[in-house]
């Protein structure tokens, strides 16, 4: 391999930035374009490119190819978007960013997985379609989240618990893994009112107000599983002893 991108290095078409093209790519990386094929980011890529650097296909991610041609053990010579070729984290996250900035990762820079120098690539894989959409590393967004979140696998499987690994709710449903203005992630400004988003009865207002709703759902109930009835921290009457 590395034989063959040496030699072929004299002549090689490329513009004054070092951009070879695809057709330079795939001529080494034959078994990434067969994967590759089948994504989102192909088509785009391929048919409808949104500006210039989309229209670069394959550098438009992993930055001029010239470099990494002239010399192929040179592991900085080209971003890699694996943990194994030394390209700092914060630069591999730079090139989704170009595209992939605003809206729902408006909050990522100071977030808790941006701080914890997770990675884009540490949850999506555009290099394959292994999922139904996102291209996420894995077949599911649960399954994704789970690479991690071990303790919250193993909540979920409690005799009581929120019915995400029967297929009726995600993660993603509750957390927003980009970024929110709150440490857990959550998609409303307080645990309560995402509860309610769901348990619109539990809302009120009520004649008689039970405070610890007001304050926080989580006084009494946990929320991924528990080994008490209806998700509750302790068991009945005890929770309502303390109190």
């Known amino acids: 391999f590395a034989v063959f991108c040496a030699s072929a290095t004299p002549g090689i078409a490329q513009d004054k930035d070092g951009y070879l093209g695809e057709a330079r790519c795939t001529a080494c990386h034959r078994l990434e374009q067969e994967n590759w094929a089948h994504t989102a980011h192909a088509r785009v890529f391929r048919l409808n490119p949104a500006n210039a650097l989309a229209a670069k296909s394959c550098e438009a ?77 894995r077949n599911s967004i649960n399954e994704t989240c789970f690479t991690c979140h071990q303790q919250q696998r193993t909540e979920f499987r409690k005799r009581s618990h929120m019915p995400l690994l029967e297929g009726r709710l995600s993660c993603a449903d509750c957390h927003n893994p980009h970024g929110t203005i709150t440490r857990p992630l959550i998609k409303a400004d307080s645990v309560h009112q995402l509860c309610t988003t769901c348990h619109a009865e539990k809302r009120g207002p009520f004649i008689w107000e039970h405070a610890p709703v007001r304050r926080n759902c989580m006084e009494c109930h946990l929320p991924h599983g528990s080994s008490h009835e209806s998700l509750l921290v302790v068991a009945s009457p005890f929770l309502w002893q303390q109190c």
């Not at 991610?61 to 470099?67: R, V």
């Not at 730079?94 to 595209?99: H, K, P, S, T």
């Not at 809206?103 to 290099?127: K, T, Y």
């Open 61 to 137: 991610c992993h930055g001029a190819g010239a470099k990494h041609v002239e010399d192929v053990s040179d592991k900085t010579a080209i971003i890699a978007f694996t943990r194994r070729r030394g390209a700092p984290v914060d630069i591999q996250n730079a090139q989704c960013l170009q595209c992939h900035k605003g809206r729902e990762r408006i909050f990522w820079q100071g977030s808790v997985h941006q701080a914890s120098s997770l990675g884009c690539s540490d949850c999506h894989n555009p290099m394959a379609k292994l999922s139904g959409s996102g291209l996420l590393a």
